[in-house]
């Protein structure tokens, strides 16, 4: 039996989070404020009663004992299933995706909760079946969780929020003992399939001229004999491990497996995936393609952060959020507002509050007193990451626009209370980490 700590709270972790949702209102605010100085939106007041409100929320999850959660992780999880069921069924359509249930203006998005009760379950099976992990069956087992939300987010569709699940999946299997090949696998398979499935619109729009080897992907008949050829080697690859039994043909397998995966992929990817979200890969790879549509997003939000320097030009100062020349400056590229209103000084902040929200997470996740404690406290921990990685990285023009929101910064009450109610899973693992 340890001592316990006198302290009930991670006091680090409570200061990051809240300091964030100050700065979060406060560039609502601004983004509401025209170049005149003239205040023509109420979102700050909406996202200060969501703040009080998840705040309850927040406390009520940290004095819940999580080990609860274990068993009842099943039932919400198929709870979270049905609402999603029926958020396609007859949720209300926004910008042509149908995200959201709620009466008038009063909604949530059961898509951003559905991540953390993903994490709950996918957490208790990794626990139970740990020692089997290195079986690939096992491993499809735990894939399938994640795959379940995954596609009815696609759906609806959601491209953005369905991301998510990549690295949430990828690092609890890997804590929990997932073979590093079997990570690497799905890793490997998925830029093949991004790569393959932007280049034949890389060809057309960015690069001009046609290049024999793209022209395959266009051509179903040659795609079907590169599949049909890497399929019979693989068979005889398979043929060589169980004649020769050398290992060499396992990797050979394996390479073979991820390209065929990622092909697949591709093929399907260029089906499914609308002409916006091809366009927002491509306008990632250059901005001038589509400069006064698709890359505009792109590069009003360059300019937005380059502008403000080291300091920024003082809060409510900016003119690419108050002349409206930034989209959805409240919610997708809220980071571009605060970049350039508080420059580099700003931007430094939140990236110190992100580290110590994450940093704190990995330390809860390393003296966690059991398994499901600690599978949950870095699958959080990879969700804050990804999200704020992204959306900076959004911001900044290095990564592609996706529409993932900045936790606790951006406008919203469903990310809001969805990352309150992922803080307080890691206070209560916090406040419970001593073995008795």
């Not at 696609?154 to 890997?174: C, E, R, S």
Request: proline share 3%; hydrophobic share 55%.
């Amino acid at each position: 039996m340890q001592e316990r700590s006198v302290f009930r709270i991670d006091l680090l972790l409570v200061i990051a989070t809240v300091t964030l949702m100050v700065i979060g209102v406060l560039f609502i605010y601004s983004s509401g404020v025209t170049a005149d100085g003239m205040s023509f939106s109420r979102e700050w007041l909406r996202q200060l009663v969501w703040i009080g409100l998840g705040l309850i929320v927040f406390v009520a999850v940290s004095s819940f004992d999580y080990a609860r959660l274990r068993d009842l992780a099943p039932h919400i999880f198929v709870a979270i299933l049905l609402v999603l069921v029926g958020t396609l069924l007859f949720g209300r359509v926004e910008r042509g995706a149908r995200r959201w249930v709620g009466i008038g203006d009063l909604g949530v998005q059961p898509s951003e909760f559905a991540k953390t009760v993903t994490i709950l379950l996918l957490a208790r099976f990794l626990e139970r079946r740990r020692h089997s992990l290195h079986n690939p069956l096992t491993f499809a087992a735990a894939m399938g969780i994640v795959l379940v939300p995954v596609g009815l987010i696609l759906l609806q569709p959601d491209l953005g929020t369905a991301l998510v699940y990549v690295p949430i999946f990828l690092v609890m299997t890997y804590t929990a003992g997932a073979k590093p090949s079997y990570v690497l696998f799905i890793l490997l398979s998925g830029v093949i399939m991004v790569v393959l499935t932007v280049l034949p619109a890389w060809e057309s729009l960015i690069h001009g001229a046609e290049v024999p080897v793209i022209s395959v992907l266009r051509d179903q008949r040659l795609l079907m004999v590169v599949i049909a050829g890497l399929a019979a080697a693989g068979l005889l690859a398979v043929i060589g491990l169980l004649v020769i039994k050398r290992s060499y043909f396992r990797w050979i397998i394996y390479g073979i497996a991820v390209a065929l995966t990622g092909l697949a992929g591709s093929i399907l990817g260029r089906r499914v995936l609308r002409e916006y979200q091809l366009m927002r890969l491509i306008v990632f790879l250059d901005p001038n393609v589509d400069p006064r549509g698709a890359g505009w997003h792109i590069i009003q939000s360059v300019t937005a952060v380059g502008s403000g320097g080291i300091a920024g030009k003082g809060w409510l100062r900016g003119t690419q959020s108050h002349l409206q020349y930034l989209p959805e400056q409240s919610t997708d590229f809220i980071f571009s507002i605060l970049a350039e209103e508080w420059g580099f000084i700003g931007a430094l902040a939140v990236f110190a509050c992100f580290s110590i929200i994450i940093i704190r997470g990995l330390l809860i996740s390393a003296k966690a007193k059991d398994d499901f404690a600690s599978l949950v406290a870095i699958g959080i921990v990879a969700m804050f990451f990804f999200h704020s990685a992204v959306n900076i990285g959004m911001a900044i023009g290095v990564m592609p626009i996706t529409g993932i929101p900045l936790p606790f910064v951006s406008y919203g009450g469903s990310s809001l209370w969805n990352g309150l109610i992922a803080v307080g899973l890691l206070m209560s693992i916090y406040h419970r980490r001593f073995r008795y």
